[in-house]
């Protein structure tokens, strides 16, 4: 079956960086796109980046354009989220994502909270 396991998230001051990672595995990884989306309490959950499955294409969303980087290494099953200058406000459960159709598997999520 599909599992999407990340890591990486934690307690990071103003302006740091994180690095999220994502193993895949239950499906041929390097046919699938992926996508990174996160959830800040009390709102909506909400795509961050996405990724075509040779990584020839991404996609941001405008909040983190210039900040963020979405990546993969199709030879490690991997997808990563390269977090710079962070903000409060990208304080959230970052989760993996992978789309079947209409179905949307999900990781368990990673916190990710940026605080002095």
């Known amino acids: 079956q599909v599992q999407l396991v990340e890591s990486g998230g934690g307690l990071v001051q103003p302006g740091g960086s994180l690095k999220l990672s994502c193993v895949a595995s239950g499906f041929t990884f390097r046919l699938s796109a992926m996508s990174w989306y996160r959830q800040a309490p009390g709102k909506e959950r909400e795509l961050v980046a996405d990724i075509t499955s040779r990584g020839g294409s991404t996609n941001y969303a405008d909040s983190v354009k210039g900040r963020f980087t979405i990546s993969r290494d199709n030879a490690k099953n991997t997808v990563y989220l390269q977090m710079n200058s962070l903000e ?8 993996c994502n992978k789309k079947s159709g209409w179905y949307d598997y999900w990781g368990q999520g990673t916190q990710v909270t940026v605080s002095s």
Not at 88 to 95: C, G, H, K, L, N
């Open 88 to 95: 409060p406000e990208d304080t959230a459960v970052y989760y």
